[in-house]
């Protein structure tokens, strides 16, 4: 096995534990597949876009542009969706820590 390949496993098993450590965090949230905890009469839901799709997106780093961009939805919507789940600023103060910045 060349280096190259160790290192591409390494990057495929990291990804894989960074997921399942999302889905845990949602989980304990109570934000599950396929449910949404905004309005669900209000015309700006998209509703083949669940929270748990924002919010694993969102815990694995993705900013809400990017986020807003790979889904579909606008930047101010993604933002809103994670302000109604309320993680937006847990997220964000996970994120920071993952970068190697400290949380105040």
Do not use: H, W
């Not at 495929?12 to 534990?17: G, L, N």
């Amino acid at each position: 096995m060349t280096r190259t390949e160790v290192l591409r496993k390494i990057k495929e098993k990291q990804r894989e534990v960074a997921i399942q450590v999302a889905q845990e965090a949602l989980k304990e949230l109570g934000i599950e597949p396929g449910k949404l905890s905004v309005d669900e009469t209000s015309s700006n839901v998209r509703r083949d876009v669940s929270d748990y799709e924002i919010g694993l997106l969102y815990f694995l780093g993705y900013s809400t542009y990017r986020i807003a961009s790979r889904l579909g939805l606008s930047a101010a919507g993604v933002k809103y969706r994670l302000e109604k789940m309320g993680i937006y600023e847990y997220a964000n103060d996970l994120t920071m820590y993952i970068n190697g910045n400290t949380v105040e």
